[in-house]
């Protein structure tokens, strides 16, 4: 099993900048596939991002060119850098861990979940 904590969430004005973190506890992260996942009030639970053992990445349209998702396996530790930050990015934001190979899409494909890190960007 892996237990996941997120921090860097907080508040941040259009255009600007933030890098969350998920800290995994347990062995063998690198034996996880990972992803990030987002969920605004009222909606459901989106796809964000995810990356493989090996470093290899996904992302959600809404992502691409944006966002970029990274590993430091001796960390422990997934981040997810967003730029050119956008109100309709505002949501909580989830990390999460599969132990396979390959990244998904699919919030049902990962069984192991965060507790969620609010973003929030204003107008």
């Known amino acids: 099993q892996v237990q996941l904590v997120e921090s860097g969430g907080g508040l941040v004005q259009a255009g600007g900048s933030l890098r969350l973190s998920c800290a995994a506890s347990?062995?063998?992260?690198?034996?996880?596939?990972m992803g990030w996942f987002r969920q605004a009030p009222g909606k459901e639970r989106d796809f964000v991002a995810a990356?493989?053992?090996?470093?290899?990445?996904i992302y959600a349209d809404s992502a691409k060119g944006r966002f970029t998702i990274s590993r430091d396996n001796a960390k422990n530790t997934v981040y997810l850098q967003m730029n050119s930050l956008k109100p309709e990015d505002t949501a909580v934001y989830y990390c999460?861990?599969?132990?396979?190979?390959?990244?998904?899409?699919?919030?049902?494909?990962?069984?192991?979940w965060g507790q969620g890190t609010q973003v929030t960007v204003s107008s």
């Open positions: 999460a861990a599969r132990q396979s190979f390959d990244a998904r899409q699919k919030s049902t494909d990962y069984p192991y």
């Open positions: 347990g062995r063998r992260f690198s034996n996880y596939a």
């Open positions: 990356i493989s053992w090996s470093g290899g990445s």
